[in-house]
């Protein structure tokens, strides 16, 4: 009875040494979040112990930083910022990483057959959305801006590391992309340090990977588009990124009507008619890059290229009815029947 029990504490001491799940019985959680990017940015990590965990998400925290520093537009010794004061002049010598998201961009906007356009700095400085404070422009300035928006402008020179903006007076602006793009670097972080689940928010452009719990995956809860604090949905996630545009993010408010900060590169105007796309995608910069797409496309034009993306999904939600006052969601083949919202 007693070398029985012996050898049933050897073997169950043999079983927790080499138990892989060992982890997951004992496992820490760290929880941090950083005002970055003009947002909130939470990271959060599970792992072995808590010295790893606080290491990784301090080194996402760093890669998301990264990022900030080239790519603002708020920043004026950004490569970004650089690279627009050089249009129409010169090349400009970029960190890879620059490149790379440029590239993305101008495939967006073919994709999105010129709705997603980076180029639309001249007009988000003349609505006054660098200023926090709205503008409403005449039509002649509007067509003096548009005059400087093209995405087939951007000339990009991968083998020598080098972009240029061809006109004088264009302007590139990230901020419907780079939030994605520092997602993905901070959790191929948080990953490259050993971390297998974790979740990278930026303030609604995320990315969750495993599983917080073994029978759950991450609980995402999407923001009602109208009331801050009143959950629309919960999604569940699993090595995914969700992003979402919505009309309530930047705003201003002229005579009692809102512009919001995402605009059409073709009229010149902020768009009209809706309050959030939330989209699902294998990345966060796609995710990002895609919802701000169908954002400018519209519920009918922005359903169509997410039902063409493989492994893409994503939920509208329009504004119809007289003064816009009417919610109406529209889901992608694969959420349909699935998802509902709670308005
Ligand atoms: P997001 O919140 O990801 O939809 O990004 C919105 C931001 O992207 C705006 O604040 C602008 O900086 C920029 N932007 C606005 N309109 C467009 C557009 N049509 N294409 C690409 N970027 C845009
Ligand atoms: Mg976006």
Redesign the pocket.
């Known amino acids: 009875m007693k070398t029985l029990s012996i050898t049933t504490l050897i073997l169950a001491l043999l079983f927790y040494l080499v138990d892989p799940t060992r982890a997951c019985g004992e496992e820490v959680r760290v929880e941090r979040s950083r005002p970055m990017m003009g947002t909130m940015v939470e990271i959060t990590a599970l792992g072995p112990d808590r010295d790893l965990c606080d290491r990784s998400v301090e080194q996402a925290f760093q890669e998301i930083e990264a990022v900030d520093r080239l790519m603002s537009?708020f920043k004026g010794d950004s490569q970004v910022s650089q690279l627009n004061r050089l249009a129409g002049k010169t090349w400009m010598v970029l960190d890879p990483e620059v490149l790379d998201v440029l590239e993305a961009a101008v495939l967006y906007s073919r994709l999105s057959e010129g709705?997603?356009?980076?180029t639309?700095g001249p007009l988000?400085r003349l609505w006054g959305?660098y200023r926090d404070k709205g503008h409403l422009p005449s039509t002649q300035e509007i067509g003096q801006a548009r005059s400087r928006v093209n995405y087939r402008d951007i000339e990009i020179d991968q083998p020598k590391g080098r972009a240029r903006l061809k006109k004088p007076g264009m302007a590139i602006?990230l901020?419907?992309?780079a939030?994605g793009y520092a997602v993905d670097k901070a959790v191929e972080a948080l990953k490259k340090k050993g971390i297998r689940k974790g979740l990278v928010n930026a303030g609604g452009?995320l990315y969750a990977f495993g599983r917080p719990e073994e029978k759950a995956p991450w609980l995402i809860g999407l923001q009602h588009p109208r009331e801050r604090e009143k959950v629309a949905t919960v999604l569940e996630v699993e090595d995914r990124a969700v992003?979402t545009?919505g009309n309530y993010?930047?705003y201003f408010v002229l005579k009692g009507k809102r512009y919001t900060?995402?605009?059409?590169?073709r009229t010149g105007w902020p768009i009209q008619g809706m309050a959030s796309v939330t989209v699902m995608a294998d990345s966060a910069m796609k995710a990002?890059a895609l919802?701000?797409s169908v954002?400018?496309l519209g519920p009918q034009r922005g359903l169509a290229l997410l039902n063409r993306l493989p492994g893409v999904e994503g939920i509208i939600v329009a504004e119809e009815g007289p003064g816009g006052k009417q919610l109406v969601p529209y889901f992608s083949k694969g959420l349909k029947g699935r998802v509902s919202l709670d308005f």
């Open positions: 537009s709705a997603f356009d980076i639309v988000l959305f602006d901020g419907a992309i939030k452009d992003a545009s993010e930047r900060h995402i605009l059409d590169p990002d919802a701000t954002f400018v």
